[in-house]
């Protein structure tokens, strides 16, 4: 049974995924929060594949919004690995602040462009 607030950023998440598409060159960086940890993966959408992925599974424990910033470092560093310089944002439905703002700047920290 889901929630009027988990309705309402799904279908903010349909609306945004319109128009935000994955490649092989341009991979989309998804981002999903939940209560605890925080969840970036690049995502080839023509094939459907999952490229590189970071997350704050046995992280130390820090505030969240620090630990989403290294999060997005770490990210930054496993796609640099993978081969991947450039990626399309997907917020997935949530608002681009807080921890969402702090992984995307902790990636491009990290040397990502988007």
């Given at each position: 049974m889901t929630t009027k607030k988990v309705e309402r950023r799904i279908k903010i998440k349909f609306r945004i995924r319109k128009n935000v598409n994955g490649?092989?060159?341009r991979?989309?960086?998804s981002v999903f929060r939940s209560n605890k940890q925080i969840y970036a993966q690049a995502v080839d959408?023509?094939?459907?594949?999952?490229?590189?992925?970071?997350?704050?599974l046995g992280m130390e424990k820090?505030?969240?919004k620090e630990q989403a910033a290294k999060v997005g470092e770490l990210f930054a560093e496993k796609a640099k690995e993978a081969g991947i310089t450039q990626v399309v944002f997907d917020r997935n439905g949530y608002l681009y602040h807080g921890r969402v703002k702090e992984l995307a700047d902790g990636a491009r920290k990290g040397g990502l462009k988007f």
């Open positions: 490649t092989v060159e991979p989309r960086l959408d023509l094939t459907g594949k999952t490229l590189c992925a970071a997350s704050s820090m505030p969240k």
